[in-house]
């Protein structure tokens, strides 16, 4: 009956009549009726008729005015109100279709760029152990223009998770009204810490396979486009980090500490020295 609303109001329309009469009374007149001095006249059918009678002689004593009164055009008005109101609870029900829809493609999307990312290691590890050095060189050469791509499109996953923390509103009330679950702001998070990983990741992969090439111009570019991105995507706003630290469901202020860290890091490393570079260790310590 639901989904049928316009067959249904036509069954009403066609079980009530188009217009009902009602019985305008003075109060003195009501009064009487209330006390029995006075009562409608009815047919023998039972049907009411436009006069009063005093019951006692039988008399008509006054005729009864009456009013026509509409019924079905309001009936009709509340039922296509009513039918308006499923009309928009199935086009929500279909808008919240899509909206999973559509986020299950985005986290799809996720996992091929974080899988795209981990082959990039995988990649180098494998070319490092190859004999040939011209084969060797040109699946380094790979490795690193297969990294490039990768943390270029994990960089612009960031950004677009980093917009979507910043639009969420910090008042409680703007949470209530218009902020997403927090279900939604976790899994937000955690794409943000595991995408980062990956970048860190596959630009260390990056400039190991341009210094195992004797480039190390090129992998010390490589690093500092990487500080660069993440001085701009979360240094620069003030007090992003710190927002990221109060959602983050981790106890630990990842943000506020490790963005800094892995930043000035980047800009101290001494590229004459190559142990540094690879991120080894020196005397037993890591770099």
Not at 199 to 216: D, F, K, P, Q, R
Not at 248 to 269: A, G, H, R
Request: with cysteine; hydrophobic share 40%; aromatic share 6%.
């Amino acid at each position: 009956m639901l989904y049928s609303a316009p067959s249904f109001i036509n069954t009403v329309k066609a079980s009530i009549p188009d217009a009902t009469f009602q019985a305008i009374l003075t109060d003195e007149q009501k009064s009487q009726i209330a006390q029995g001095v006075l009562k409608l006249m009815t047919k023998k059918d039972g049907s009411l008729m436009a006069n009063l009678v005093n019951p006692n002689t039988n008399r008509i004593v006054s005729t009864v005015s009456l009013k026509s009164v509409k019924v079905t055009p309001e009936i009709s008005h509340a039922m296509t109100s009513y039918a308006t109101q499923m009309q928009m609870a199935q086009i929500a029900e279909q808008i919240q279709l899509i909206q999973v829809a559509v986020e299950e493609v985005r986290q799809g999307q996720e996992y091929d760029r974080l899988a795209t990312a981990y082959s990039c290691q995988q990649k180098l590890l494998q070319a490092m152990t190859i004999k040939n050095p011209e084969l060797k060189a040109m699946a380094l050469l790979r490795v690193t223009s297969d990294a490039e791509d990768s943390r270029n499109l994990l960089m612009q996953s960031q950004n677009a998770n980093l917009t979507f923390i910043k639009n969420q509103p910090e008042s409680f009330w703007g949470k209530l009204v218009s902020g997403a679950t927090p279900e939604k702001v976790n899994s937000r998070i955690n794409e943000i810490r595991e995408s980062l990983c990956a970048v860190n990741m596959v630009s260390l992969s990056e400039a190991i396979a341009y210094h195992e090439m004797g480039e190390t111009e090129a992998a010390r570019l490589s690093l500092q486009y990487y500080a660069g991105y993440i001085q701009k995507a979360y240094l620069e706003t003030k007090g992003l980090v710190e927002r990221l630290d109060l959602i983050d469901p981790s106890p630990e202020n990842y943000w506020s500490k490790t963005l800094p860290d892995i930043e000035k890091k980047i800009q101290v490393l001494p590229f004459n020295e190559e142990h540094k570079l690879l991120g080894g260790k020196e005397d037993g310590e890591e770099m």
